[in-house]
């Protein structure tokens, strides 16, 4: 069971959309519809922002969405803001009640 | 309102045993479908998933920790342990806990973390 991979960093300015990528196998991402995706600011805990691929917790902005395709799965953010620079992990269920996380990936707001 | 918390020692010295506690309320270890999990961060690292443990006692580990890990629940006293043996200075990291909520597979709620530092 190894990490998931993700870009170690992306950026962009206000205003624009970024894409981070979660790239697993067949036995995690590929095999379940069970990825979520979480924001890291930091000294803070982790906070959830999508779940089951696409899905938003109350409160979470609609300029986060989340999609899959095969063993890679992406959180978009559209309409970037400066709150929204931060670390961002991926996460998967990998079966047998286990779960694996992504190397995580540092947005930089230009 | 769910609100988890960790608690444990903050020094560990190498092959000591570790014994983490959550503590939690806003939710019941008996309701159907829920479970408690374990994720570390070491500093300026990744976060990983440790263990979980359900409702109905089931649990789950790390593969690469396994052998290492142990999970329980106290039901009455809304508690969840980690033990974690032979402590080795590459495990200094933030552990927190994290809520699952019934028939779920994400972490909706984080406890704050608690830092455990190796050091002879």
């Known amino acids: 069971q190894s990490a998931l991979t993700q870009p170690r960093s992306v950026s962009g300015s206000p205003g624009q959309s970024v894409t981070i990528s979660c790239t697993g196998t067949?036995?995690?991402?590929?095999?379940?519809?069970?990825v979520s995706w979480y924001q890291q600011h930091p000294g803070k805990a982790p906070k959830l922002m999508i779940y089951e691929v696409s899905k938003r917790p109350s409160g979470v902005p609609d300029r986060f969405s989340g999609s899959k395709s095969g063993n890679t799965a992406s959180l978009t953010i559209s309409g970037l803001q400066a709150e929204d620079e931060a670390d961002y992990y991926c996460?998967?269920?990998?079966?047998?009640?286990?779960?694996?996380f992504g190397g995580g990936t540092k947005l930089t707001v230009l | 309102q769910i609100t988890l918390k960790e608690s444990g020692p903050t020094l560990v010295k190498p092959t000591q045993t570790l014994t983490l506690t959550c503590t939690f309320s806003g939710f019941s270890l008996s309701t159907s479908g829920v479970g408690v999990g374990w994720i570390r961060q070491p500093p300026g690292k990744a976060l990983e998933w440790l263990a979980l443990i359900y409702w109905d006692d089931d649990k789950g580990y790390s593969p690469s920790l396994k052998s290492r890990l142990t999970i329980t629940k106290d039901t009455s006293k809304n508690q969840v342990v980690l033990t974690m043996t032979n402590m080795d200075p590459v495990d200094t990291a933030t552990y927190y806990c994290?809520?699952?909520?019934?028939?779920?597979?994400?972490?909706?709620?984080w406890g704050q973390g608690t830092l455990v530092t190796l050091s002879s």
């Open positions: 996460c998967s269920y990998a079966g047998s009640n286990s779960w694996v």
């Open positions: 067949s036995s995690d991402v590929g095999g379940y519809n069970y």
């Open positions: 994290a809520h699952m909520g019934t028939a779920t597979s994400y972490f909706d709620y």
